[in-house]
């Protein structure tokens, strides 16, 4: 049937023409169905099928007798407020830094990329096998050249923790830095120019000029990445295993604990309770985002 026979079977039968596709848009749907599929088949049913695991109220119960759990929103916590204002304001100031068009910062550019476009397991497992305190390079060095043993470094927890936040921010440092450096090069530099006429220094062209035009784009960049950390499971799992004695565990590895335990209801439930996290910071990246 043509697209013009459907079209006057509509004008005939009224009730009809709700129902009735043009060609175009059966087209679109054919295209669109794989999509929906694989939306369906590798979204959908695996969340729907996890919330259906943690159905149960008393697993959250466990759940919070469980003082790992309680130990672990707080790690979520450290991490998400320490790792990721560092990281910004680092990626703010860097992106300031590689504005400049000498040689040397553009070599130091490609180098900085690097480890953002570095695949994460070898680059993690990388430092992993560096920090060990028999064999590793870095004590290694410290006992060359000072003849003294280098600190177990993941078997504090304190440490190991503060070790998996710098290696996040490393990791992911690059490409923030990348969005917030083509913020300031989309800012006119006519701007700049009359501000320096006017006699004002850095500071005052950053306070008027850079960070008014920046300050939307990093806020929402600070959210988006509160949102990838509540999900990060390379930074910490790579390179403690949530050691030592599960003391650095964050909820996004919490559940392979329990999944290692065969609890798999626990695993779900702990996978749930980041929810409280991350929905709110994706409403009001939303909110921002719409103005």
């Known amino acids: 049937m043509t697209a013009t026979t459907i079209e006057t079977a509509a004008r005939r039968d009224p009730r009809?023409?709700?129902?009735?596709?043009?060609?175009?848009?059966?087209?679109?749907?054919?295209?669109?169905?794989?999509?929906?599929?694989?939306?369906?088949?590798?979204?959908?049913?695996?969340?729907?099928?996890?919330?259906?695991?943690?159905?149960d109220p008393q697993l959250y119960v466990q759940l919070a007798a469980d003082p790992i759990f309680l130990r672990t929103v707080v790690n979520t916590f450290i991490f998400l407020v320490v790792a990721i204002n560092l990281k910004m304001a680092l990626a703010l100031f860097l992106?300031?830094?590689?504005?400049?068009?000498?040689?040397?910062?553009?070599?130091?550019?490609?180098?900085?990329?690097?480890?953002?476009?570095?695949?994460?397991?070898?680059?993690?497992?990388?430092?992993?096998?560096?920090?060990?305190?028999?064999?590793?390079?870095i004590n290694t060095l410290i006992f060359s050249l000072t003849a003294e043993d280098g600190p177990n470094w993941l078997n504090n927890p304190a440490l190991a923790l503060s070790l998996s936040?710098?290696?996040?921010?490393?990791?992911?440092?690059?490409?923030?830095?990348?969005?917030?450096?083509?913020?300031?090069?989309?800012?006119?530099?006519?701007?700049?120019?009359?501000?320096?006429?006017?006699?004002?220094?850095?500071?005052?062209?950053?306070?008027?000029?850079?960070?008014?035009?920046?300050?939307?784009?990093?806020?929402?960049?600070?959210?988006?990445?509160?949102?990838?950390?509540?999900?990060?499971?390379?930074?910490?799992?790579?390179l403690t295993g949530g050691g030592p004695a599960d003391l650095t565990h964050v909820l996004a590895t919490l559940g392979i604990r329990y999944l290692r335990l065969d609890q798999i209801g626990m695993a779900m439930a702990s996978i749930v309770c980041a929810l409280p996290l991350v929905l709110p910071l994706v409403f009001f990246m939303m909110k921002r985002l719409s103005k």
């Open 165 to 238: 936040m710098l290696v996040h921010i490393w990791k992911s440092l690059p490409f923030w830095t990348l969005i917030l450096l083509a913020a300031r090069l989309a800012i006119p530099g006519e701007l700049y120019e009359a501000a320096s006429v006017d006699g004002a220094g850095a500071w005052h062209r950053f306070r008027y000029i850079t960070w008014p035009s920046m300050s939307t784009l990093y806020v929402t960049c600070t959210l988006l990445s509160m949102i990838f950390t509540v999900g990060d499971f390379n930074s910490v799992y790579l």
């Open 16 to 55: 009809r023409a709700g129902f009735a596709l043009s060609e175009k848009q059966t087209w679109g749907l054919l295209f669109v169905a794989p999509y929906i599929a694989i939306f369906i088949g590798f979204v959908l049913f695996p969340v729907g099928y996890s919330f259906w695991l943690a159905r």
């Open 95 to 137: 992106s300031g830094f590689f504005t400049h068009k000498r040689w040397w910062v553009k070599v130091l550019a490609v180098l900085f990329v690097l480890p953002w476009a570095v695949p994460s397991i070898p680059t993690i497992l990388s430092v992993r096998f560096m920090l060990n305190p028999e064999w590793g390079v």
